[in-house]
């Protein structure tokens, strides 16, 4: 075999530039015509959602450390200036196909089906005094005329911020002057019109046509509409920090600050009006994105909320575990067999009747539970708080650092302290990940003394019910002895002093994650060159860790074959000859989001089956707690390959990664029906709930 060396950067694709390539499969999603017009919607919010955290946090600093002069190269061998230039060239035909596609496509298929965004100009006149009545009672009193001139310098507008910038005469001195005022975020976007259908008036729309009554006395000449994106990653020297809490919440407060990184303006301003601004905010030409109408897309999910059933995805109904109903309780259930959760298909009930049974049973002594994501109005948090309340001993570990989440957490944290349960906010220096809930209760063994029993729920998802209807994730509750004593283990590290270097069954990061991962891969290299049974199937978000990407070549190289099915970002690249001549990619965009992480590994023939919240990336496997588990019973083992199976096997939302660094569509053979993974995965949940199934 040929020598190689496998950290050649033309080995590997740019992170930032993969995950361009994950949101264009997104947007891909709004042009689809087997979409529902509401869907394509809310994939056109997303598209700009996802658009604006990258620019926020990963254009950000790049810009950072082009400004710090770091000339150190991405391990696929570009520098900082030529990452910053190949995403301009890329991002700037992709925003304004965002922006012709909701202008020619959406919008007026929408307007065919009854919803309309209503021009000032055709408003009938019940209409116009609907409108004028929320600009006088609602609008008016929150806007902010600001002047611009020698004394009154350009606003440091917050991050996000949507603007109008005018032109004004002073009627008087025939005086030219220049204003800015805010399009407030506490309004609605899109004011509801009265009478049938969905006809709105878009916020904006209503300032432009109203706003000479902020400026008595001048003449409005002209009005056009820009948008300031901002540096918005926090960092925070946690070693110095005395109350990590009260640190978080001034970097939040700061986060709307930061420097300028993108300029967004309506097309028909004026170029030195834009020259001007660009100017003003510290920009390079390449920040700034002329686009043809409509700032701020992602606030269009507003929109696409609206109750017209016809334009929607179907509803469905999640389930609970047979399990659960062949069982007299949560207890007995899990105690008969493990139990393998999948979301959205099972619904997030299965979870919360652990917790919820745990809180009001005297005979549970105490519970545990990693909070990252959780949502508003969260059951998880009353259940915590009210089993606090009964006297059980709970430890919630709120990780702060969740990013955008972090005020939210902030308010969860606070609540639960006053509720009396004991909170910890994570290490200094990493993120706690990991999704855990553990409770301990004393029962009577058969011998009619005590023993105190451990029941643990692992996953890869966070306990927030709302995005476990919108993510699909796998999640496992089990008594297992051993699990259970590993994820004791894993709560004593969070909360205290422990350096727990080895585990039962868990793999944790960042002590054993990368290790065991690289030994798995290695070992099935070696079952290759022996001749036994060898094999990777592995899902996940992203793929990024340039060490395990080399492990993966060198077992490709020994002829295990790899399958991958990574969501987002991939910067391994298949199918180069005699590197990963065995490996396949493909990605799944669809109604839901992709969440879960699995890796299967044949071990030559004893399946190992592990599950956990770790993508393949630096910094998951370095600076974030993570808990991967194994799924070790033969039926739920079959459980999983199902689902890998089907999801590779999609041929409507499935895209292949191919060498050239493009995705495509995953190929039918002649005759082969079409597939919709998460289409069939419904079906087979609703058929197993009317069968009574497994």
């Known amino acids: 075999m040929r020598q190689v060396d496998l950290t050649d950067p033309s080995l590997y694709f740019n992170r930032e530039l993969s995950w361009l390539s994950f949101n264009e499969r997104v947007l891909d999603e709004a042009v689809d015509e087997s979409v529902p017009l509401l869907e394509r919607l809310k994939f056109l919010a997303i598209f700009g959602s996802n658009l604006d955290e990258f620019m926020m946090i990963r254009y950000a600093g790049l810009k950072e450390q082009q400004a710090a002069g770091i000339t150190k190269r991405s391990f696929d061998g570009m520098s900082v200036e030529e990452q910053l230039a190949a995403l301009r060239r890329r991002l700037h035909p992709m925003v304004l196909r965002q922006r012709h596609i909701l202008r020619d496509h959406v919008l007026p298929e ?53 603007s109008l910038l005018l032109q004004v005469v002073d009627e008087r001195d025939g005086m030219e002057r220049t204003a800015v005022v805010q399009v407030p975020s506490v309004l609605p976007r899109f004011v509801r019109l009265p009478g049938p259908g969905h006809h709105f008036v878009i916020l904006e729309d209503v300032i432009r046509a109203k706003v000479s009554g902020l400026f008595p006395g001048h003449d ?41 990184v993108r300029l967004e303006g309506i097309a028909d ?14 920009l390079e030409p390449g920040d700034v994105f002329e686009v043809p ?51 959205p298909f099972h619904d997030f009930d299965a979870v919360l009747q652990l917790l919820e049974a745990a809180v009001d049973d005297p005979d549970v002594l105490a519970i545990k539970q990693t909070l990252y994501r959780v949502g508003s109005r969260s059951p998880v948090v009353a259940a915590l708080a009210r089993a606090a309340g009964n006297g059980k001993l709970v430890t919630a570990l709120v990780e702060l650092k969740a990013r955008f989440d972090e005020e939210n957490n902030i308010v969860w944290a606070r609540e639960l302290e006053r509720a009396g349960v004991h909170v910890i906010y994570g290490f200094a220096r990493l993120k706690t990940h990991c999704k855990a809930l553990l409770v301990v209760r004393r029962e009577r063994d058969p011998g009619g003394g005590s023993v105190i029993r451990r029941y643990v729920h692992l996953g890869t998802g966070n306990y927030n019910p709302a995005t476990a209807k919108l993510y699909t994730d796998f999640g496992l509750l089990s008594c297992d002895e051993a699990l259970g004593a590993d994820t004791s283990d894993l709560f004593n590290l969070l909360t205290g002093f422990s350096t727990q270097g080895t585990w039962r069954k868990l793999w944790v990061a960042p002590s054993t994650v990368r290790s065991e991962l690289l030994a798995a891969i290695e070992r099935e290299a070696e079952h290759a060159r022996a001749g036994r049974p060898a094999g990777i199937f592995a899902k996940m978000n992203s793929l990024v860790d340039p060490a395990v990407i080399r492990a993966l070549y060198a077992a490709s190289r020994a002829g295990v074959r790899i399958q991958l099915v990574v969501r987002g970002i991939c910067c391994l690249r298949p199918g180069v000859p005699g590197v990963s001549e065995t490996i396949r990619v493909r990605s799944v965009v669809g109604r839901f989001l992709e969440h879960s992480r699995v ?19 630096q910094r ?48 039918r053979r002649r005759g082969q029906r079409k597939l919709d993974a998460q289409q069939r995965l419904l079906e087979l949940s609703a058929r197993r709930m009317v069968e009574g199934s497994r």
């Not at 600009?135 to 611009?148: D, G, Q, R, S, Y």
């Not at 301003?269 to 510290?282: F, G, I, V, Y």
């Open 220 to 260: 409005v000449r002209s009005v056009h509409g820009f948008r300031v994106t901002r540096n918005a990653d926090i960092e925070i020297a946690e070693d110095e920090a005395d109350d990590l809490l009260q640190v978080i919440e001034d970097e939040v407060r700061r986060r709307r600050w930061g420097d300028a």
């Open 293 to 343: 109408n409509h700032l701020s897309v992602s606030d269009f999910m507003e929109l696409a909320q609206i109750d017209q059933p016809e334009l929607r995805d179907p509803p469905f109904t999640s389930r609970l575990p047979t399990e659960y109903r062949e069982a007299g309780g949560v207890y007995e259930a899990i105690r008969r067999q493990d139990v393998l959760l999948h979301h």
């Open 599 to 617: 890796a299967w590994f044949r071990d030559g023939g004893n399946d190992r089956m592990m599950v956990g919240s770790a993508d393949w990336m």
């Open 269 to 282: 301003m004026p170029a030195p009006w834009r020259e001007h601004l660009r100017n003003t905010l510290h």
């Open 110 to 162: 929408l307007e065919r089906h009854g919803v309309r965004i209503v021009p000032m100009a055709e408003l009938s006149l019940g209409e116009r005094e609907v409108v004028d009545r929320f600009f006088e009672h609602e609008l008016f009193p929150v806007l902010t005329p600001l002047a611009v001139d020698a004394s009154h310098p350009f606003p440091r507008l917050p991050n996000l911020s949507f």
């Open 620 to 667: 998951n496997l370095d600076a974030r707690v993570e808990a991967v588990f194994p799924v070790e019973d033969a039926r739920l083992q079959r459980k999983l390959r199902q689902v890998l199976d089907v999801q590779w096997r999609d041929t409507v939302k499935g895209r292949e990664l191919h060498a050239d660094g493009v995705y495509r569509r995953v190929p």
